[in-house]
């Protein structure tokens, strides 16, 4: 391991002196700065950061870059991602825009099950390349911690398959990556009449043996409108609590589902979506600890109405922002862009947009207290900007790449 100096940085943003695990309402506007700082990291952790004018050095450093006219930032942390799966989507889209029903594309190879039947057919081996190739484009785009989601198996194999290629990248990336189980995704074409007998399927089959190979950090259930309904959902994760995992639901995304409450009755971390948000949702949120993520790309890609972000926000609600990069509704795992993507259709600040897409994600992944603000103690993840006038332009400039260097775990990517 090495020890790193960043030296004369024109602004370092996204300190954290106190210790805080997520941002909330008004303390969303508010990302702590030093002008004229230093930042040192020593064996892929920040040891030590200040006013220039308050550096001396003490030790030998094995690289030394100089800032000067450069603003640092955290690293992104994404807490929303399908980023395993085999293939592309890409004719689908084509011919959606084309008019195409719903019907016709599933007949030419779309929709969640023909992803399914896609990562059936694909190897383990070959699943692992096609997602580390997509993880390392991630990380160049400045992601350094990623939460990745199973359910394109449908069935045990194939969910195990998908697990495991989660636990290998584990270990073959310097991210930090966190594994869910979304244990009920779409209904396989087999049980298409009896989806109860699915989740009684996913209960006694697939979770037992997830949990045997300790292969989920979390649970996932799609709970909307037209996918799996209150009870079932509840069934699931009353089952998932017995071997210990803690949700994170799919909710609100096609309607008014109920899926934020069961997920606040169930601690859930996060609740992601949230097109369909009302009162009665941000008054269930408020009194929880779960974490409202929207996901703009998706919204994007599939013209969904947007998530009412500010109305959350101005209600005291903290806000994350995650990519949901996956091959039918979000191609995308750049962060950088979803954060535009907030500022401009959901009116937030891009001080809100910066602390959605670190701390606030960091939180909904259950890593916060080391990872996604600069503190001491934290892992070494930052971002080096090129010479832009303001931290405004970072994502005003919402198409330009200008991310100059990418620090993980206290080395240069
Ligand atoms: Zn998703």
Redesign the pocket.
């Known amino acids: 391991m090495s020890n790193l100096l960043i030296r004369n940085i024109k602004i370092l943003w996204g300190v954290n002196r106190n210790g805080f695990l997520k941002k909330s309402g008004v303390e969303m506007s508010d990302l702590e700065s030093i002008d004229d700082a230093f930042l040192c990291i020593e064996n892929g952790k920040i040891i030590e950061f200040g006013k220039m004018s308050d550096f001396s050095q003490t030790s030998d450093f094995d690289e030394i870059i100089d800032a000067s006219d450069k603003m640092v930032i955290p690293s992104f942390v994404d807490s929303?991602?399908?980023l395993v799966y085999a293939g592309s989507r890409e004719i689908e889209y084509i011919d959606k825009i084309k008019g195409l029903t719903y019907e016709e594309i599933a007949k030419r190879g779309g929709g969640i099950l023909n992803s399914a039947k896609l990562l059936h057919e694909t190897s383990e081996d070959e699943l692992f390349e096609q997602s580390l190739h997509r993880i390392r484009e991630i990380e160049k785009q400045g992601t350094c911690a990623v939460e990745i989601?199973s359910g394109y198996g449908l069935y045990p194999k194939d969910e195990l398959k998908m697990l495991r290629v989660i636990q290998r990248l584990k270990t073959a990336t310097r991210l930090t990556i966190k594994s869910t189980f979304l244990a009920a995704h779409a209904v396989p074409a087999e049980f298409k009449t009896r989806q109860s007998e699915y989740v009684d399927f996913v209960v006694n089959e697939t979770l037992p043996q997830v949990c045997e190979e300790n292969l989920a950090d979390f649970v996932d259930v799609f709970c909307d409108k037209g996918f799996f309904t209150i009870a079932e959902t509840n069934r699931i994760l009353e089952a998932a609590a017995a071997h210990g995992l803690r949700p994170k639901i799919?909710a609100n995304e096609l309607d008014f589902s109920g899926g934020v409450q069961v997920g606040v009755k169930h601690h859930a971390l996060s609740v992601?979506?949230l097109e369909y948000v009302g009162d009665a949702e941000i008054s269930a949120l408020l009194n929880s600890k779960t974490m409202p993520t929207i996901?703009p790309g998706?919204a994007l890609f599939l013209n969904l109405p947007h998530a009412p972000a500010r109305k959350m926000i101005d209600a005291g609600l903290p806000i994350a922002v995650a990519s949901?990069f996956?091959p039918g509704?979000?191609p995308s795992g750049n962060m950088k862009l979803m954060l535009s993507l907030a500022m401009i259709n959901h009116r937030m600040t891009v001080r809100e947009c910066l602390n959605a897409g670190t701390i606030n994600t960091a939180y909904a992944m259950n890593i916060s207290d080391f990872c996604g603000s600069i503190k001491i103690g934290n892992d070494a993840d930052c971002l080096i900007l090129k010479e832009i006038p303001s931290l405004e332009f970072f994502l005003y400039a919402y198409g330009s790449d200008l991310i100059e260097t990418v620090v993980l775990k206290g080395q240069i990517v």
């Open positions: 929303h991602t399908h989601k799919h992601d979506h996901l998706a949901d996956n509704s979000s």
